[in-house]
């Protein structure tokens, strides 16, 4: 019989169908700790079918304790707000000279903001930034005059979350090493957005499951009724 792995031993050991508190996810996911400081995760199981314009669910949220992440933000911008982006932290900032780099396949950005002037330059990369899930919007704020606050806001612990085909939200919350309260608050700010992004075409239960885990660790069941409006 095949030795199994630590990671394996952990989860025989679990109860797969016990709900968990939040409080004591984040108790088993440090009591099964990897070396390395890992990522905490949430999915989110929702009942909606994303083909469809009115069950998508997508948005911004900022995150108040941060994410523990350093993010990588592009800008699209000239003049002034170019110097406002860089001042801010972007770690790029440019123009034609911006778009041709991305073309020519430097695209190893988190996040891309843009100047409405610049939509222009920004629009023919449609197909490099699109499948990334990276080209500008006007309704995520990564479109907009005030790139500065963009900027801080990208760098500050602002994540984006977009449903998967299969309905389900990933995200990460935050680094296993935050304190207990710092990721409860990252918990409650990601669910509480998710949740009041209810689409209009949504019917029936909306949020069906909530999961916990950390890169190396289980997924533990969360009970909804820690999720607000669950």
């Not at 709900?19 to 009591?31: G, I, K, P």
């Not at 790139?147 to 990208?154: G, H, I, Y």
């Amino acid at each position: 019989m095949a030795k199994q792995t630590k990671n394996q031993q952990v989860r025989a050991k679990l109860d797969g169908e016990k709900l968990y508190t939040v409080d004591e996810a984040l108790a088993t996911l440090r009591e099964h700790k990897a070396k390395f400081d890992e990522t905490v995760e949430v999915a989110m199981n929702l009942g909606v079918d994303p083909r469809h314009a009115d069950q998508m669910v997508r948005g911004m949220v900022s995150l108040p304790s941060g994410t523990g992440k350093d993010v990588k933000v592009a800008v699209f911008a000239k003049g002034d707000n170019a110097e406002k982006a860089l001042a801010a932290g972007a770690d790029k900032v440019g123009a034609e000279d911006l778009m041709e780099d991305m073309q020519n396949g430097n695209l190893d950005y988190d996040r891309v903001i843009a100047t409405p002037d610049m939509m222009g330059v920004v629009g023919r990369l449609g197909k490099v930034l699109g499948p990334k899930g990276l080209m500008p919007n006007p309704k995520l704020g990564t479109v907009t005059p005030n790139v500065e606050q963009a900027v801080k806001d990208a760098k500050g612990g602002q994540v984006e979350f977009r449903v998967e085909k299969m309905g389900i939200i990933h995200s990460g919350i935050g680094k296993l090493s935050f304190k207990d309260e710092d990721l409860k608050a990252n918990f409650k700010a990601l669910t509480d957005a998710i949740v009041k992004s209810k689409p209009s075409g949504a019917k029936g239960k909306y949020v069906k499951k909530v999961t916990l885990t950390s890169s190396m660790g289980p997924g533990l069941k969360v009970d909804l009724a820690e999720v607000e409006g669950a």
